[in-house]
């Protein structure tokens, strides 16, 4: 009870998960519901076509039940109205324990800047389905709240609103930030500094969930795709190999305990190179349905190396 998560829900194989406003305006509202009837706080979501980004701070419910009522009754809401069956979403939902002391800020600019980075508007603030323009005193949510962000900026609120836009504003240059989704850290379902972490796993006797290193990761993702570490070294931008270094770096960065130069270094590829093919690859994936099917199948191979 009292903690904060980062959860994210994306649509099966990377499909849509809403067709149009109606659509976006029902989901807020079953949130809005949730949020509501389990004594939660929700302090910042943003809607994206294919995937949910939530700020959530849970109570005495636990998240899975929560999250698993709000996405079936999306889901079968959803399949009604567009007369369709099946799954909307991609498996189980992801959430990352934040620390709210050193992230909560940082996380909800990067929730509101993930309509920018997708580049479907230059500005956060002319984005209608983000917690952004609530922030900035635009409009009205009120299930939504923004009093522990703001908070730590100013006891003013108009001197509040005017420093979290400066900070949006000089966050929006920053791309994918892998520890909002569990890279980099000892224990991939946390965000935080050392000390909190390992007072999270004490208090829940636990061990940390130890991220893959470099060269299984890879060794995963080239086994995959039928060919060897070696073979993705060779010089030559075949479309194959392009594609499995991609699928290396998306990896690395998602999945892995190694780094982007790390895997330069193993790969003899600049950093910069594979980082931009990673991003790339994320844009592809959004738009065809083969390399989503890919990354689904891969999804489940890496995941299995940190069971």
Same mark, same amino acid.
């Given at each position: 009870?009292g903690a904060?998560?980062h959860v994210?829900?994306?649509?099966n194989?990377?499909?849509?998960? &809403?067709?149009d406003?109606?659509?976006?305006?029902?989901?807020?509202t079953l949130?809005a519901?949730v949020?509501?009837?389990?004594?939660w706080?929700?302090?910042?979501y943003?809607?994206m076509?294919?995937?949910?980004?939530l700020v959530?701070q849970?109570?005495?419910?636990?998240?899975?039940k929560?999250?698993?009522n709000?996405?079936?009754?999306?889901?079968r809401?959803?399949?009604?109205?567009?007369q369709?069956?099946?799954?909307?979403?991609?498996?189980?939902y992801?959430?990352?324990?934040?620390?709210?002391?050193?992230?909560?800020l940082q996380l909800?600019a990067?929730?509101?800047?993930?309509?920018?980075r997708?580049?479907?508007?230059?500005?956060?603030?002319?984005?209608p389905?983000?917690?952004?323009?609530?922030?900035m005193?635009l409009? &009205?949510?009120?299930w939504?709240?923004?009093?522990?962000?703001?908070?730590?900026?100013s006891?003013?609120?108009?001197?509040?609103r005017?420093q979290f836009a400066?900070?949006?504003s000089?966050?929006?240059?920053e791309?994918?930030?892998?520890?909002?989704?569990?890279?980099?850290s000892?224990?991939?379902r946390?965000?935080g500094e050392?000390?909190?972490q390992?007072?999270?796993?004490?208090?829940?006797?636990?061990?940390? &969930?130890?991220?893959?290193?470099?060269?299984?990761?890879?060794s995963?993702?080239?086994?995959?795709f039928?060919?060897e570490?070696?073979?993705?070294?060779k010089p030559?931008?075949g479309?194959?190999?392009s594609?499995?270094?991609a699928?290396?770096?998306w990896?690395v960065i998602e999945y892995s305990s190694?780094?982007?130069?790390?895997?330069?270094?193993?790969?003899?590829r600049?950093?910069?190179?594979?980082?931009?093919?990673a991003?790339r690859?994320e844009?592809?994936v959004?738009?065809s349905?083969?390399l989503?099917?890919?990354?689904?199948?891969l999804?489940v191979?890496l995941?299995?190396?940190?069971a």
């Amino acid at each position: 009870p009292g903690a904060v998560y980062h959860v994210t829900s994306r649509g099966n194989a990377r499909q849509g998960i &809403v067709a149009d406003d109606r659509d976006r305006s029902q989901w807020l509202t079953l949130l809005a519901h949730v949020v509501d009837r389990y004594g939660w706080l929700c302090h910042a979501y943003c809607l994206m076509d294919n995937h949910i980004h939530l700020v959530l701070q849970v109570a005495e419910i636990p998240l899975s039940k929560v999250m698993q009522n709000l996405s079936s009754r999306f889901t079968r809401w959803s399949n009604w109205r567009h007369q369709k069956t099946g799954h909307l979403f991609q498996g189980r939902y992801k959430a990352i324990l934040v620390d709210e002391d050193a992230y909560l800020l940082q996380l909800v600019a990067y929730l509101h800047l993930n309509p920018v980075r997708a580049g479907m508007t230059t500005e956060a603030g002319d984005y209608p389905w983000s917690s952004h323009r609530s922030y900035m005193g635009l409009e &009205v949510v009120p299930w939504l709240s923004c009093d522990l962000v703001l908070g730590q900026l100013s006891r003013n609120i108009d001197t509040a609103r005017r420093q979290f836009a400066d900070f949006v504003s000089g966050a929006k240059g920053e791309g994918h930030r892998g520890e909002f989704h569990g890279a980099g850290s000892a224990d991939s379902r946390i965000c935080g500094e050392d000390g909190f972490q390992f007072g999270v796993l004490q208090r829940v006797q636990e061990f940390p &969930v130890l991220r893959p290193d470099l060269v299984t990761t890879v060794s995963c993702v080239a086994d995959y795709f039928g060919c060897e570490i070696e073979t993705l070294k060779k010089p030559g931008q075949g479309r194959h190999r392009s594609r499995a270094r991609a699928f290396a770096a998306w990896a690395v960065i998602e999945y892995s305990s190694g780094t982007l130069t790390e895997l330069g270094a193993l790969l003899a590829r600049d950093v910069s190179t594979l980082s931009s093919s990673a991003r790339r690859l994320e844009r592809q994936v959004r738009k065809s349905a083969d390399l989503a099917r890919i990354q689904d199948e891969l999804v489940v191979k890496l995941a299995n190396l940190q069971a």
